[in-house]
């Protein structure tokens, strides 16, 4: 079992950055992808990135790829959502999340098994 604690989340003005951190409890943080959800009020919660259990291998909705990059400290036992560019319609609350199955990363929220508390991010017009 792995618990998940997400951090950086804030208001920031459109075209803005922000960093989100993910600290994972446990001993076996590399057996787990890793990926990034967001919901936003009155939504469905939507697939982010999502990385592979080595990094090697990086996944992203079409609407952040090329502004957001995901990334992991499997020493550290974090990952990481480097968002630049920010828009308005980023605005969700940000949920880091945990796939302990054996196969290939999941870019849909059912494919995880935990998930922190979120992390909420505001973007400004």
């Known amino acids: 079992q792995v618990q998940l604690v997400e951090s950086g989340g804030g208001l920031v003005q459109a075209g803005g950055s922000l960093r989100l951190s993910c600290a994972a409890s446990g001993r076996t943080f590399s057996s787990y992808a890793m990926g990034w959800f967001r919901q936003a009020p009155g939504k469905e919660r939507q697939f982010v990135a999502a990385?592979?259990?080595?990094?090697?291998?990086?996944y992203y909705a079409d609407s952040v790829k090329g502004r957001f990059t995901i990334s992991r400290d499997n020493a550290k036992n974090t990952v990481h959502l480097e968002m630049n560019s920010l828009k308005p319609e980023d605005t969700a609350v940000y949920y880091c999340?945990?796939?302990?199955?054996?196969?290939?990363?999941?870019?849909?929220?059912?494919?995880?098994?935990?998930w922190g508390q979120g992390t909420q991010v505001t973007v400004s017009s």
């Open positions: 999340a945990a796939d302990s199955s054996p196969k290939g990363v999941g870019v849909r929220s059912y494919e995880y098994d935990y």
């Open positions: 990385i592979s259990r080595k990094g090697s291998s990086t």
